[in-house]
């Protein structure tokens, strides 16, 4: 189990930037929370891993934990998330300073939306961040593009 304070930002994605140096994951995700409740649980599919995740709070800081299940524990907890579940495909690469980002495609009802997002290890990093020309608008501090509030609500309308 790991338990830690998430620093991250989230950005719509302009373009795709070079995917060479980058990692393909395919997600499958679905939330057992809904909207309107104060914690977030969610069940993740991301190629062979299985790992059921607890956020709280919102915007650029928020607490997470995350435990690892075993495939008979997420298909025995999976059938709650109907109606709340999503599909993307996730690239991981290197931005300068050692940075990485997490680029999501999604697929299904959220296509064609693409977001991009950075972790970092405190506060001022983040907000010394500059992000690359292929990063547009940001979106850390909109609700409205939170995974769990677009598979109910679907993609912000300005996007």
């Known amino acids: 189990m790991t338990d830690f304070v998430e620093i991250e930002r ?3 994605v302009t373009r795709l930037p070079d995917l060479s140096q980058a990692r393909r994951a395919e997600i499958a995700q679905g939330y057992l929370t809904r909207n309107s409740d104060s914690v977030q649980i969610r069940l993740r599919a991301e190629d062979a891993r299985r790992i059921l995740t ?3 709070g919102w915007g650029m800081t928020r ?3 995350e435990i690892a299940l075993t495939e008979a ?16 495909e996730r690239w991981t690469g290197p931005l300068p300073g050692g940075l990485r980002y997490e680029l999501d ?3 299904g009802a959220l296509a064609p939306l693409q977001v991009v997002e950075v972790e970092f290890d405190s506060v001022p990093a983040a907000d010394a961040f500059r992000p690359p020309d292929w990063f ?4 850390t501090d909109d609700p409205r593009y939170g995974n769990r509030a677009m598979v109910t609500e679907g993609i912000p309308e300005e996007s």
């Open 10 to 12: 989230k950005f719509l």
């Open 54 to 56: 607890v956020k709280s």
């Open 63 to 65: 607490s997470e934990r």
């Open 73 to 88: 524990q997420f298909d025995t907890l999976w059938p709650a998330t109907e109606g709340r579940r999503l599909e993307k």
């Open 105 to 107: 495609i999604f697929h």
């Open 136 to 139: 547009g608008r940001e979106v």
